[in-house]
């Protein structure tokens, strides 16, 4: 059974950073896509970061050159550096986890839409100004 735990987030500063973090566990962490996805109050899911089988990076284009998406296979822990944190980046922050993804840009897109995906239940990121 897939487990996806997240952690690290909290309440910063615009400028500040946080460190999220999400330990897995329940299937072959090496070889699944994996990412981080967030929701803000009031809008729809939407992908932050993701990375493919081959790990293949896709970043939105508001946190390129900001965050950082990252893993530890030992620990099968991912992780997301975000630096220079805005209030717009205000959300809950969800890890997520599919056996197979048709790309990294197409799991970003589509991730919410698609089937078999795996959700942890969310870390909050406050970013005030």
């Known amino acids: 059974q897939v487990q996806l735990v997240e952690s690290g987030g909290g309440s910063v500063q615009s400028g500040g950073s946080l460190r999220l973090s999400c330990v897995t566990s329940g299937y072959d962490f090496s070889n699944y896509c994996m990412g981080w996805f967030r929701q803000a109050p009031g809008k729809e899911r939407e992908g932050v970061v993701v990375f493919d089988s081959a790990r293949r990076t896709s970043y939105t284009d508001s946190v390129q050159g900001r965050f950082t998406i990252s893993e530890d296979s030992a620990k099968k822990t991912l992780y997301l550096q975000m630096d220079n944190l805005k209030p717009e980046d205000t959300a809950m922050y969800y890890c997520?986890?599919?056996?197979?993804?048709?790309?990294?840009?197409?799991?970003?897109?589509?991730?919410?839409?698609?089937?078999?995906?795996?959700w942890g239940h969310g870390t909050q990121v406050t970013v005030s100004s």
């Open positions: 997520s986890a599919k056996a197979t993804c048709y790309s990294s840009d197409n799991y970003r897109r589509q991730g919410p839409q698609l089937r078999f995906v795996n």
